[in-house]
T-cell receptor
């Protein structure tokens, strides 16, 4: 079974600075999807970014980018120019292509943004 | 556009009472549907997922059950709630074979 590990329970960043959230996963599959979701205090889950494992190029969405290291099974999220609105719980998630009906989530990382 | 709604938003129930949480998706057909639970300060645990009407896969054995009576309706139930059932329950949907998962607003259940 696939597992997702987020080793940082909590991170802090100064407004306008850059922060990186770590995520590692365990799988024997070669093709899969990886995601970062954001859960603000409203508890609504918001998709931040998606990476397809067969693509070598790292995904980017405005201030959010990932560092995808397939061999190391690492999928970190970099947030540039951090804003107060980025404060939230961030979840890393894995989805198999072959068994594509479910996402497996990590335990989450609380991100605090200091003004 | 697609929308997802789940209700009730907040529920306080005594131990041993039944539970019914409902989730409805609009604007799409034949979605994959999911129920997740998020315990306080913890990640998301997949409880059930469904790829079609009447098709339910259970991920965690427990006193909860799920049903999908219609294509875009997903119901989470229990006959007798336990204290450990307290948590934040999230319904979600995705397009078949797609990677993106879209979540509902969540339902906070407190079992006393």
């Amino acid at each position: 079974a696939q597992t997702v590990t987020q080793s940082q329970p909590e991170m802090s960043v100064q407004e306008a600075e850059t922060v990186t959230l770590s995520c590692t996963y365990d799988t024997s599959e070669s093709d899969y999807y990886l995601f970062w979701y954001k859960q603000p205090p409203s508890r609504q889950m918001i998709l931040v970014i998606r990476q397809e494992a067969y693509k070598q190029q790292n995904a980017t969405e405005n201030r959010f980018s990932v560092n995808f290291q397939k061999a190391a099974k690492s999928f970190s999220l970099k947030i540039s120019d951090s804003q107060l609105g980025d404060a939230a719980m961030y979840f890393c998630a894995y989805r198999s292509v072959e068994y594509g009906n479910k996402l497996v989530f990590g335990a989450g990382t609380i991100l605090r943004v200091k003004s | 556009s697609q929308t997802i709604h789940q209700w009730p938003a907040t529920l306080v129930q005594p131990v041993g009472s039944p539970l019914s949480l409902e989730c409805t998706v609009e604007g799409t057909s034949n979605p994959n549907l999911y129920w997740y639970r998020q315990a306080a300060g913890r990640g998301l645990q997949l409880l059930f997922y469904s790829v079609g009407i009447g098709q339910i896969s259970s991920e965690v054995p427990q006193n909860l059950s799920a049903s999908r009576p219609q294509d875009r309706q997903f119901i989470l139930s229990s006959k007798k709630l336990l204290l450990s059932d307290s948590g934040f329950y999230l319904c979600a949907w995705s397009v078949q074979l797609s990677g993106k998962l879209f979540f509902g607003e969540g339902s906070r259940l407190t079992v006393l």
